[in-house]
Every structure is written in C-alpha cells, then in structure tokens.
C-alpha cells in the first residue's frame, strides 16, 4: 500500500515537472507567441479559483454567486501590503507576503459572512452571496488607498512571463495539493456526508455549522491567494473586475468541470479559458463560436450517455495502469 502510493506521489510529481518545463521550454525559445504567454499566468489563477468554489458548490452541496468578493478582498488587501512595502524589498518577498496577508483576509471575510449566513439554502444563499458580492465590489471603492474608481495602480508585477508563470504554477500546485488531501481526508468525507444527507449526517453527531464554516473560510482563502496572483500579473485593480459576472463564469467552470472533481475543475479552467484565444483568429465569429461551444460542452456534460463512456475510459485506463504495476513488480 505505501509503494502504491508512493509510486504515485513520484507520478504526479514527475508530470508536474514535466508541464512546467516544456511550457517554461517553449515560453523561452519563443515558439509560444505572447498572448498565449500572458494565458499561462490567467489560467494558473482561474484554475485556484475554479478549485476553490468547487469547494462550496461540489463538495458541501451550497450555491455561492458572490465569490468574487473573496476574489477582490485578497488581491486588494494583498497587493496594498505588496504596494506599502516599497521598491527597496524583494519581489519575491513582497509576493508571499502578499499571498499570505490577502488569503488570510479573504478568509477572515469568508469565516464572518458564513458564520451569519450559514443556516440559509439554495436560492436564498446564492442571493445573499451575490448581494455581497455587489457590496463588496462597490466597498473597495470608498476605502482609502484603494484608488476609488480608478483603482489601485503601481501593484509590482512579475520581472517576465517565464517568472510570471513559475510562480504562480508553483501556488496552484500547492493549492491543487492542499485541497486533494483536504477532500481525501476523513475531515473531507464528512464534508461530502453533510452534502449527500445533512439530516443523517447530523444525526450521526457531526457538526454542521462548524464544518460548513470551515469550508467557506478555507474556499475563502484561496480565492484570496488567486486574487494576488491575478493582481500582480495585472500591476493595477479596479472594481469592474470583480462584477458577478466573473462568479457566474466560475461557476461554469465548476458545472462543466463535474461538481466535486478536482480534475474536472482544472480541465474546464483551461478550456474555458484558453478558448476564446484560440478562437481569436474567427475575428467577429470568435464569441458566437465560444458560446456555442460552451453551450455544446455543457450538454454532453449532462448527458448520461457521455458519462458513461467518460467513466468506461477511466476504468479502462484504471485498468491498464494496475496492469502496467503489476508487470513492473513482476520484474
């Protein structure tokens, strides 16, 4: 059992490697033109965010549409201190601490508005968490140092592309990492209980106020490290950037992704993201095929039939792995 697991940690370790590498490859030898470059970093952030409302919405089973205003409360706090910190500090410095202060008031926010709002469901949770997502959005604006409208502007971006993208893969691995112990562990499982029968799993003796807390604030603060991220390689933040509209697009991500599948969720981040670029040589067509494409891909994704060829693929590929095991032990 430890060899197995083992075995896979180097796996996964070796494919991580790998993907950054040959992408850091073709960044430096330029055969990845720019706008894609610039597309490595967005999806690296969107991938954190996408991860962190699945949270909420695949695993504890809550509708949350106000997810920007963790988003905005992490890379507005979080750049300030990176800002207040002066030119004489080290980027890199400047970056953590910026990760670890804007995660962390994202999480103070998310810990407060779960707490009052923790006993509403379905649709009167989704309004309440798009009302304060708007007062959010609209808050920043009368907050000294935030630059009103305009914005907060001078925010110290990423010395290159190449820079750009390593650091923030290096924080989406992290988190991927975090929230796959997280949903693998026991504390996990009894989140997924409370989404499948919150009546039995309380009956069993879990709490359901403190774990459902503890999953808003932990979805909070990583929505907050993406909002960093999203700062710095932007160099300035304006309140039009965390509209519902950005919420509603996670939330795409996630339901396209399938609810509660840490691999599904990372698939759809990167083709929701990277689409429209790719489509950009359709000039005027380039959103109606984008939208007609997500609306394609939305319904295969509800189809019973594509489900069942998408898990008879993984068992089949399941299946060939433990063979391949076997014949390396066999030797």
Known sequence: MKNSEGRRLITAGALIVAVWAVITLLMVTGIMPRSFQSLTIKICYYVILTLSLDLIVGYLGDLSLGHAAFYAVGGYVGCFVALSMGDGVPLALRFIVALIVGGIAAAIIGFLISSAIIKLKGDYLAIVTLAFGEFVRSFVKIIPGFGGTKGLNGIPSFTSKTTGF??????????????????HSRQ?????????????????????RQNKILVFTLASFMAGVAGVIFGFYKSTLVPTDFTYNLSI????MVVLGGMGSIKGSIIASVIIVALPEVLRGAADYRMLIYAVALIAMMMLNASPKFRAFKEAVSSRFDKLTKTVKKGDAVK
């Open 166 to 183: 390593t650091a923030a893969y290096v924080v989406m691995v992290l988190v991927i990492a975090i929230i796959y112990n997280f949903t």
């Open 249 to 252: 697009e996670v939330l795409v």
């Open 188 to 208: 996990g499982r009894v989140v997924t209980a409370i989404r499948d029968n919150a009546i039995a799993a309380a009956s069993v003796g879990i709490n359901i």
